[in-house]
């Protein structure tokens, strides 16, 4: 049963255009959510995180958006570029970061 | 702060060979993770230790997994007898009491 859910395995996108990643999740119980990055051959890597208190949060080019009575998240990214290829992952958590439970990840593609 | 370090980043290994992976969490992070990820599973959870203690080992997959942490600076994920669905890179992460939620470069592990 995969708590978190990336319906989307890979996005293409024109750069300076926005991407719009999805992630839904069924556990009720999550209370902070968080979005990672992974660049080939390395780990991932914290990019933005929205408590369930929030409907969005804000950074730079960055964008998260929470809607909790559907159990769905966004990351909004505007505008789009090249350097932002990669694959994102969405976690959930209900105690503020330990045990994330990933989603499967959508691979990004921002073309020049 | 070098980062959690795993070693090693490739393994080649033989069907029914035993394999270890090994982890250094970033020093004082009292929290360490293994992750498995895969194209079908993205990245999945297979044990956590909280101050060197395993506190769920739920996601590990059957008994020829286990995992130890002898101490706060070192932890190894054993894999004995290794199988090809064994496939997968793996990752470790490390935080301190929740934050800062760090992950190594992973470990990619292929048997034959």
């Known amino acids: 049963d995969q708590q978190v859910k990336q319906n989307s395995p890979s996005l293409s996108v024109q750069e300076g255009r926005i991407s719009i990643l999805n992630c839904d999740y069924t556990?009720?119980?999550?209370?902070?959510f968080l979005w990672y990055k992974k660049y080939p051959a390395e780990g991932p890597t914290f990019l933005i995180s929205i408590s369930s208190i929030k409907d969005k949060n804000e950074d730079g080019r960055f964008t998260v958006f929470l809607n909790k009575s559907a159990k769905h998240l966004s990351l909004h990214i505007v505008p789009s570029q090249p350097g932002d290829s990669a694959v994102y992952f969405c976690?959930?958590?209900?105690?503020?970061?330990?045990?994330?439970?990933f989603g499967g990840g959508t691979r990004l593609m921002v073309k020049p | 702060d070098a980062g959690v370090i795993q070693s090693p980043r490739h393994e080649v290994t033989e069907m029914g060979q035993e394999v270890t992976l090994r982890c250094k969490p970033i020093?004082?992070?009292?929290?360490l993770f293994w992750y498995r990820q895969t194209m079908m599973r993205g990245l999945e959870l297979l044990i956590y230790f909280n101050n060197n203690v395993p506190i769920d080992d739920s996601g590990m997959p059957e008994d020829r997994f286990s995992a130890k942490m002898p101490n706060a600076s070192f932890s190894t994920l054993k894999i004995q007898p290794s199988e090809p669905r064994d496939s997968a890179v793996y990752f470790c992460?490390?935080?301190?009491?929740?934050?800062?939620?760090?992950f190594g470069s992973g470990t990619r592990l292929t048997v034959v």
């Open positions: 976690a959930g958590t209900n105690n503020a970061g330990n045990m994330l439970t």
């Open positions: 556990n009720s119980m999550f209370d902070y």
């Open positions: 992460a490390s935080t301190r009491d929740g934050y800062g939620y760090t």
């Open positions: 020093s004082g992070h009292n929290s």
